[in-house]
């Protein structure tokens, strides 16, 4: 993801406002690759700026997923998930059990084909792969 500066200019550019609570939102995003729900990114930006409104928070990150700069991931959790990694393609692990969300990475070859059954029904353009299970640091005892 870009920088604060980066993504300030990205929005200046394309008229968006920028605001001191929009650049706390980048700045809260920036470097961050746990997949944090906006309500989350609300929590940590607010701890600084108490005045901002989750109102903003998902705006802002509308905002970015409508210039690229992010994705939003409905993992099944109940919450919104943002992901700042759009560079690489990748898929997604789930952890059933405390909610944390990680990148996985594997060759384009090893995602499964579309059945033969509906190959000239549907056109896929993208896919996305999720792995839902329980991480090492829940299985601990």
Do not use: K, W
Not at 14 to 20: E, F, H, K, Y
């Amino acid at each position: 993801m870009q920088t604060v500066e980066e993504l300030t200019e990205r929005f200046r550019a394309q008229g968006l406002r920028v605001t001191p609570q929009r650049q706390a939102v980048f700045a809260a995003l920036h470097g961050n690759d746990g997949h944090p729900t906006v309500e989350a990114i609300h929590e940590r930006v607010s701890s600084a700026m108490p005045t901002i409104s989750l109102r903003t928070v998902y705006q802002t990150v509308h905002d970015l997923e409508a210039l690229g700069e992010v994705r939003l991931l409905d993992v099944g959790l109940g919450s919104i998930r943002v992901d700042p990694n759009v560079e690489a393609e990748h898929h997604h692990l789930v952890c059933t059990a405390c909610g944390r969300v990680r990148d996985v990475q594997f060759a384009a070859d090893q995602v499964p084909p579309l059945p033969r059954s509906v190959r000239g029904e549907f056109h896929p353009t993208s896919v996305e792969v999720v792995f839902r299970g329980v991480c090492d640091t829940c299985l601990r005892p």
